[in-house]
């Protein structure tokens, strides 16, 4: 017996797919200055530099929350 192959599609992928194509018609239906203030908004939050800084330094603070956390309930353990 011939079985079909499996194809597997998460939801997410799912979600992905159906906003790309949102995205795409809604792209159709802007004329020429609207995609280009689209585009040039899209490129400003590519190009910004202070959020990979903030995300960076919140994350070295909760590395640094948890170390502490972790140090103490292990101190605790202990005694």
Same mark, same amino acid.
């Given at each position: 017996? *011939?079985? !079909?192959? *499996?194809?597997l599609?998460?939801?997410?992928?799912?979600?992905?797919?159906?906003?790309?194509? $949102?995205?795409?018609?809604? *792209?159709?239906?802007?004329?020429?200055q609207?995609?280009?203030?689209?585009?040039?908004?899209?490129?400003?939050?590519?190009?910004?530099?202070?959020?990979?800084?903030?995300?960076?330094? *919140?994350?070295?603070?909760?590395?640094?929350?948890?170390? $502490?956390?972790? $140090?103490?309930? !292990?101190?605790?353990?202990?005694?």
């Amino acid at each position: 017996m *011939f079985q !079909k192959p *499996f194809t597997l599609v998460s939801t997410t992928t799912k979600m992905i797919l159906s906003n790309q194509n $949102q995205l795409l018609e809604v *792209f159709g239906t802007l004329d020429q200055q609207q995609a280009n203030q689209v585009l040039a908004y899209a490129k400003q939050l590519i190009n910004r530099e202070e959020q990979p800084t903030a995300y960076k330094q *919140f994350k070295r603070e909760a590395m640094r929350q948890i170390r $502490q956390a972790l $140090q103490k309930e !292990k101190g605790t353990r202990t005694a």
